[in-house]
């Protein structure tokens, strides 16, 4: 049978064209056809042959696109068939093509937005339920002040290990070595995170050997008094203290408890319970992140209720700061009072009162008979054995208010030895 000859479309032709209620195709030859659908739409349809399976594709909408622009179309793509190409299959080609550098850019802005600071933040604030805010503070201030300003809005993948070491030796120079061992900690805490976080494939860090960058630390014991002779001095210098009554009872609190002076100093006056004789520091403030409860002996009950007609209706704070009710004293406050006693920063600090509680103790345990758990209990301190510290949970109440009924009475007697005043 003999193939029917097609006459070719012209736009009257197609103009005049009237919908169906079925669709139906106008043929223009050489698989170019115009479909014209029920609702009136003309669509330029493509027929070819490739590989011996028959195929069509669009070749857009009338009179967007005109019958010659169909035409020039078809022929396009019948080069393309002649050529081995399937016009389909390359359409869908550049369409993934396109996908795939639409995501390596996208993948490309993520990281150059990925700074090593934004990132270092982001971590920061991830842990923030976790950190006493003083201790958010330190980490973050370690980052700003010593790593942001070099390297700290470089993409995190284009840090280098020399960078970091870079940093690092700034602060060896300035003899600041304990800083930068502290400073590195914080940046492999960094790499961790943005490692768990896919932000960063490696932690870089992890191939930096701490031996040879920042080499060996001279740790130095934390400046306190542990003769008994001078203790008593100082104490009666504290308790003849001529400032401020505020910070006169601080120190004299801080030796009494024992405690951090960042306790001390954001002490609140509803954490006390002087009928159950607690102070309880609850565990945002805690370094451990866990509740403390401090015995309160009669000479601490001393102290307070001398300071409570001074603060207790002022602020919240028993140590409010000398400028304003709504702020604790400040984190010098205490060692410059120490310095006015004439003790230089070598021989004490506020937080040697708790070396001085420490060393007292342990040397005396034959005397007061109180064991080395109940001392550490005292002072807060997380237990460095991780399985006995998972099953320890003995809070020593009892025992821990009588090894601080010791303290106190042992401070009140080295005070009150002759050869003291």
């Given amino acids: 049978m003999a193939n029917r000859q097609v006459t070719p479309l012209t736009d009257t032709a197609i103009k005049n064209a009237k919908p169906k209620e079925k669709e139906y195709t106008l043929p223009d030859g050489n698989g170019l056809q115009l479909n014209i659908k029920p609702d009136g739409r003309k669509v330029w349809e493509i027929r070819y042959t490739v590989e011996g399976k028959a195929k069509k594709t669009t070749g857009g909408a009338y009179p967007a696109t005109s019958l010659s622009k169909a035409r020039a179309k078809r022929d396009e793509l019948k080069g393309k068939v002649n050529n081995g190409i399937d016009p389909i299959k390359e359409k869908q080609a550049q369409k993934e093509q396109k996908r795939i550098q639409e995501e390596e850019a996208k993948a490309e802005t993520v990281v150059l937005l990925n700074t090593f600071e934004k990132v270092s933040r982001d971590f920061i604030d991830s842990i923030t339920g976790e950190l006493v805010p003083r201790y958010h503070s330190l980490k973050l201030a370690r980052l700003e002040n010593h790593i942001f300003p070099y390297i700290g809005q470089k993409p995190i993948n284009d840090v280098t290990r020399m960078m970091i070491i ?98 001390i100093r954001f002490a609140e006056w509803d954490e006390f319970d002087l009928e159950k004789n607690e102070w309880i520091i609850p565990a945002e403030k805690m370094k451990t992140k866990k509740p403390h409860t401090v015995p309160i002996t009669k000479q601490v009950k001393a102290v307070i209720e001398a300071l409570r007609p001074h603060t207790q209706h002022k602020s919240k704070y028993l140590f409010h700061s000398l400028h304003t009710s709504i702020k604790p004293i400040s984190e010098n406050t205490m060692n410059q009072a120490l310095r006015r006693l004439g003790y230089t920063k070598d021989e004490i600090v506020s937080h040697g009162f708790r070396a001085m509680f420490s060393t007292i103790t342990n040397e005396n345990i034959t005397v007061h008979g109180y064991h080395t758990d109940v001392i550490e209990r005292c002072l807060a301190h997380v237990e460095g054995n991780k399985v006995k510290g998972a099953y320890n949970h003995a809070q020593y109440s009892q025992e821990r208010l009588g090894l601080m009924q010791w303290w106190a009475d042992y401070l009140d007697e080295v005070k009150l030895s002759k050869e003291n005043h």
């Fill in 166 to 263: 870079e940093c690092l030796d700034r602060l060896k120079l300035a003899n600041k070595t304990d800083t930068a061992l502290r400073t590195l900690n914080i940046i492999s805490q960094v790499y961790r995170y943005a490692v768990t976080r896919e932000i960063t494939p490696h932690n870089i860090t992890a191939d930096i050997d701490k031996r040879f960058v920042i080499g060996k630390i001279e740790r130095k014991n934390m400046p306190t008094i542990t003769d008994p002779k001078k203790i008593g001095i100082l104490l009666n210098a504290i308790d003849d203290y001529h400032g401020e009554i505020i910070v006169k009872s601080a120190l004299q609190l801080a030796t009494l408890t024992a405690q951090r002076p960042y306790n």
